[in-house]
């Protein structure tokens, strides 16, 4: 599977943004999907994944009641919306999927592109 993900940009703190993950392929709600974000000089860590069906999602304390994953399987569309953003939050996000089930762990069979959040204090 092929993604591509988008809706990145730069935004202040407190603003909002959703990112969206389009995936290629009709065999998208065969995947469990999940955004990771790298910063600069730091490793890439978890910030949220959700089942394959949707009604399962997890997220990283760290954006836990901020941010938002979801997805659209008639549209092979994995969402993240983002809200009340902070500077430690600038980074490049990264959508990924994977047959089974993702955790905070970056090791999924298939990753986007990336796209770069930065959020000026």
């Known amino acids: 599977v092929q993604l591509q993900a988008s809706g990145g940009g730069l935004v202040q703190a407190g603003d909002s943004l959703r990112l969206s993950c389009a995936a290629s392929g009709r065999t998208f709600s065969m995947y469990h999907m999940g955004w990771f974000r790298q910063a600069p000089g730091k490793e890439r860590e978890f910030v949220a994944s959700?089942?394959?069906?949707?009604?399962?999602?997890l997220y990283a304390d760290s954006v836990k009641g901020r941010f938002t994953i979801s997805r659209d399987n008639a549209r092979n569309t994995v969402y993240l919306q983002m809200n009340s953003l902070k500077p430690e939050d600038t980074a490049v996000y990264y959508c990924?999927?994977?047959?089974?089930?993702?955790?905070?762990?970056?090791?999924?069979?298939?990753w986007g592109q990336g796209t770069l959040v930065t959020v000026s204090s």
């Open positions: 959700i089942s394959r069906s949707g009604s399962s999602v």
């Open positions: 990924a999927a994977d047959r089974l089930p993702i955790g905070t762990i970056a090791d999924c069979d298939y």
